[in-house]
């Protein structure tokens, strides 16, 4: 048994170590097929051609590309992830300094859409083919189907400009810029910190559009899964057996079907969590919020070949670890899967 | 009577190959019936066959040029001249939004041509061989899908340099993945059925038995994958236009007619109010179509 597991692990863990080199390939790729040429971004068009394979041959760019993929693959494991070519800084420290805004909108998304999907989820199996399930079914629809960006321009027309009920773009309003300082980059937590009330509101009323409108998508998904779940465990024998026993309707539902889904419910919404990241990416841009998904388009619309390259990475590894995290979360929690 | 006269090399092929187009297709009739029962189903549909229609009847549909610019008549509201208001540059914005129909429409028939063939080839070859070829095969797969595709496409275009070319690559680049699973997971069920067996007793070739006894059962199920997947193409093709790496300005790709929009668009909402409907409408409409196909084709799955 000790043996099957130990192999088990082995097995998993080799096939994570070949999944990361294959991340790694293609992020090596996605960096030498990029239109910019790294040297002509250090040096600029003028520069004479001595400059040009000084720069060149420190770069590293005048090996073959084997030899440039080991150079990488070598840089990565450690620790060095380059500089950043359009803020000079090195791309580590510049991702640690965006990633706490990036946070704070997804946490605050999260929680709107667990909060809201997984009770939506329940009710739409419960009622199932009823005129609520209907309507749940077409709010998720309609979650699936929008463009995030689009909703969010459409949030700041009606509740920025017309009614004037939140903030508008950026994580607070431009007078409050600076007045905290900033220990931990999470700004809600920092302005608690410093006691100013009077910014924390300010960051408040920029965050609950954004994250409202992100939470809406993740609620989409979260409720859908979440309804699925429900309905394959009420078609259960041991519903059943609870209904018989004369068990209250609630009580079965929550008590039993739902104590079963919760570790495939943990699971969804850490997935969830995770492709926050991709909604992130448009809605800071629309709401002009200074997070990671904002700072990974503006270094590809420049083509910053390094900040690219690691932000994508980045994710991957974000990924192949919630995927990991689900695995083992299923192994841990239920039996069966032993 | 041999086996061979029975099943023989004239009569067998034909029948694979009429069954390679009839099989799926024969049970058409069927499944627009069953379609046209459910109105969720019916409503994806109509939307579906209308933007069809709006791309190929453009300019007889359109009311103004889509890309006369007419300065003095610049971001006018919505009025009986221009139904959804003029933009920036004066141009009739539901002109636009009609012709912008034939971009969307071209990247949803390329990302599935591109998409359908090969996840089915890597899907059922990897599948049918089994072993290392499976392995190796579905290792590449699972690298692409531990991506969210928005990400991965942004990085695609990143490398190849923005234009609606370079994001129909990138977008058919991620899509494949899923696919190749699914059929995959489908080449799986009957690898070892017994029609297979027969066949690769006949002498038949595993390019030949992929490619005539396999596909052919993949095709229903890869279909319906591909519908629902052209909401997430239609969003992921616009999410690119808008920051500016998918369809550049002057063409009106949706995504992109927002982003240029966005300018103006707290005291002329309609800039980005119409495109982002018509947006919402398509991906919707494929949505639910999906979902209607996938009980049509499958009553099991619900």
Redesign the interface.
């Known amino acids: 048994m000790t043996h099957e597991r130990l192999y088990a692990g082995a097995r998993q863990a080799a096939t994570i170590l070949v999944t990361l080199f294959g991340l790694l390939v293609l992020t090596f790729c996605i960096g030498r097929l990029m239109p910019v040429d790294p040297v002509r971004a250090i040096i600029g068009e003028e520069a004479d051609p001595a400059t040009y394979n000084m720069v060149a041959e420190r770069l590293g760019m005048d090996r073959p590309i084997y030899e440039q993929f080991l150079r990488y693959l070598g840089d990565i494991l450690t620790g060095n992830f380059g500089v950043s070519i359009r803020t000079g800084q090195s791309v580590i420290s510049d991702i640690a300094h965006v990633m706490p805004a990036t946070i704070e909108l997804a946490t605050f998304a999260i929680i709107c859409g667990a909060g809201l999907g997984i009770p939506l989820g329940i009710l739409a199996a419960v009622r199932r083919n009823t005129v609520i399930d209907h309507v749940i079914r077409v709010v998720t629809l309609l979650g699936h189907s929008m463009p995030i960006f689009w909703i969010g321009m459409i949030g700041l027309i009606v509740f920025y400009a017309a009614l004037g009920l939140v903030g508008g773009g950026g994580r607070m309003s431009d007078y409050n810029i600076g007045l905290v300082p900033e220990t931990t980059g999470f700004l809600l937590i920092d302005a608690a910190m410093a006691g100013d009330w009077e910014v924390f509101r300010d960051a408040l009323n920029h965050l609950v559009l954004p994250a409202s409108i992100l939470g809406y998508s993740s609620m989409a998904y979260i409720t859908r899964m979440t309804r699925s779940f429900m309905l394959d465990q009420l078609n259960q024998e041991y519903v059943v057996t609870a209904r018989v026993k004369g068990l209250s309707n609630s009580r079965t539902v929550w008590h039993h079907a739902f104590a079963n889904i919760r570790v495939q419910l943990v699971t969804i919404v850490a997935l969830a969590y995770g492709s926050l990241l991709e909604g992130a990416v448009l809605i800071e841009t629309v709401f002009s919020w200074p997070g990671f998904g904002q700072y990974m388009t503006n270094n590809m619309l420049v083509g910053d070949m390094n900040a690219v390259m690691t932000c994508v990475l980045l994710v991957g590894i974000i990924f192949i670890f919630l995927n990991l995290l689900s695995d083992v979360l299923y192994k841990i929690f239920d039996p069966r899967t032993r | 009577m041999t086996i061979k006269s029975l099943y023989g090399t004239e009569t067998m092929p034909q029948a694979r190959v009429s069954q390679f187009f009839a099989g799926p297709m024969k049970g058409l009739g069927a499944v627009l019936k069953r379609l046209s029962a459910d109105p969720s189903s019916c409503f994806g549909l109509v939307v579906v066959v209308i933007l069809v229609l709006c791309a190929i009847l453009a300019p007889w549909i359109a009311t103004h040029d889509p890309n006369l610019v007419d300065l003095p008549n610049a971001l006018r509201a919505p009025d009986a001249a221009n139904w959804f208001g003029t933009d920036e540059l004066g141009r009739d914005i539901f002109s636009r939004i009609v012709y912008g129909t034939r971009i969307t429409l071209s990247i949803i028939a390329l990302v599935s041509i591109v998409v359908g063939p090969v996840g089915l080839l890597v899907g059922t070859t990897a599948g049918y061989f089994g072993g290392w070829c499976d392995t190796v095969m579905m290792?590449?797969t699972?690298?692409f899908l531990?991506?969210?595709?928005?990400?991965?496409s942004?990085?695609?275009?990143?490398?190849?340099?923005?234009g609606l070319e370079n994001a129909i690559i990138a977008i058919a680049l991620t899509s494949w993945p899923p696919i190749a699973r699914l059929a995959r997971a489908e080449t799986l069920t009957f690898r070892s059925a017994d029609y297979i067996s027969a066949s690769r007793m006949q002498g038949a070739s595993s390019l030949r038995i992929i490619v005539k006894s396999i596909m052919p059962m993949c095709l229903p199920s890869v279909l319906v994958r591909i519908t629902l997947s052209m909401?997430t193409v239609i969003?992921t093709a616009?999410?690119l236009g808008?920051?500016?790496?998918g369809a550049q300005p002057p063409l009106p790709e949706w995504?992109a007619m927002?982003a240029t929009g966005?300018r103006y668009?707290?005291d002329s909402?309609w800039l980005?109010?119409f495109?982002?409907a018509a947006?919402?409408l398509v991906?919707?409409a494929f949505?639910?179509l999906g979902d209607g196909l996938r009980d049509a084709l499958d009553p099991k799955q619900r």
């Open positions: 290792r590449i699972d690298i531990s991506f969210p595709g928005l990400i991965l942004l990085a695609f275009v990143a490398a190849l340099g923005a909401a969003l616009a999410g808008f920051l500016g790496l995504g927002i966005r668009m707290l909402w980005v109010a495109p982002g947006i919402l991906s919707l949505n639910l």
